[in-house]
Nanobody, 119 residues
Framework: QVQLVESGGGLVQAGGSLRLSCVAS????????MGWFRQAPGKEREFVAR????????YYADSVKGRFTISRDNAKNTVYLQMNSLKSEDTAVYYC????????????WGQGTQVTVSS
């Protein structure tokens, strides 16, 4: 069992920056992904970014490439999402997620943190 707690959401002006954090606790394994998803009002939840803790490989949704950076601190079981050049369309509830690399889906989720970008 893994518990995820994300933080760092808030209000920011378009073009601004924000950093989200997610701390994983409980039972963890050596090789796993942590990632970020988001859900805007009236929209489906969508993938944003993920990072593999062994090696640190990353993958991003096209909509955030070049603007967002995912990183991790393995010792702290923490993942970060640095969001730069924010746009109004980035407004959403952002969710942290985790899964074993060998698994097919993300199985652990945080409670979400609201990010609002004003135009």
């Amino acid at each position: 069992q893994v518990q995820l707690v994300e933080s760092g959401g808030g209000l920011v002006q378009a073009g601004g920056s924000l950093r989200l954090s997610c701390v994983a606790s409980g039972r963890t394994v050596s090789d796993y992904y942590m990632g970020w998803f988001r859900q805007a009002p009236g929209k489906e939840r969508e993938f944003v970014a993920r990072i593999r803790f062994n090696g640190g490989s990353t993958y991003y949704a096209d909509s955030v490439k070049g603007r967002f950076t995912i990183s991790r601190d393995n010792a702290k079981n923490t993942v970060y999402l640095q969001m730069n050049s924010l746009k109004s369309e980035d407004t959403a509830v952002y969710y942290c997620a985790a899964r074993v690399v060998a698994a097919n889906q993300f199985g652990y989720w945080g409670q979400g943190t609201q990010v609002t970008v004003s135009s």
